[in-house]
């Protein structure tokens, strides 16, 4: 069984940071894409960032400078640093990922069940 689990959220200050990290475990033999989506109160789900298979990276415009996606295969784990935090970016943030499992031919989606992230003013 393949689980994607998000951690590191929690409350932090207006221009503070945080560091959440994805671990997949299971039958994972390696990432091939990772993204952060985050769900504000009351508002859809975004997508904040997204990591290529090839290290590409793209971030939505009200992060960029400020989040930075990353992943490390060795450990299957992705992360996603966010400097200079705003009450906007208040949400519930999920890991969502294609990963390579034992048994499969090409890359299979996941989702992590979320992490809250609360920035106070």
């Known amino acids: 069984q393949v689980q994607l689990v998000e951690s590191g959220g929690g409350l932090a200050q207006f221009g503070g940071s945080l560091r959440l990290s994805c671990v997949a475990s299971g039958d994972v033999i390696s990432i091939y894409t990772m993204a952060w989506y985050r769900q504000p109160p009351g508002k859809q789900r975004e997508l904040v960032a997204r990591?290529?298979?090839?290290?590409?990276?793209s971030y939505t415009d009200s992060v960029k400078g400020r989040f930075t996606i990353s992943a490390d295969n060795g450990r299957n784990t992705g992360y996603l640093q966010m400097n200079r935090l705003k009450t906007e970016d208040t949400a519930v943030y999920y890991c969502?990922?294609?990963?390579?499992?034992?048994?499969?031919?090409?890359?299979?989606?996941?989702w992590g069940p979320g992490t809250q992230v609360t920035v106070s003013s």
């Open positions: 969502n990922a294609a990963l390579y499992v034992r048994g499969g031919s090409w890359p299979e989606d996941y």
């Open positions: 990591l290529g298979h090839d290290g590409s990276t």
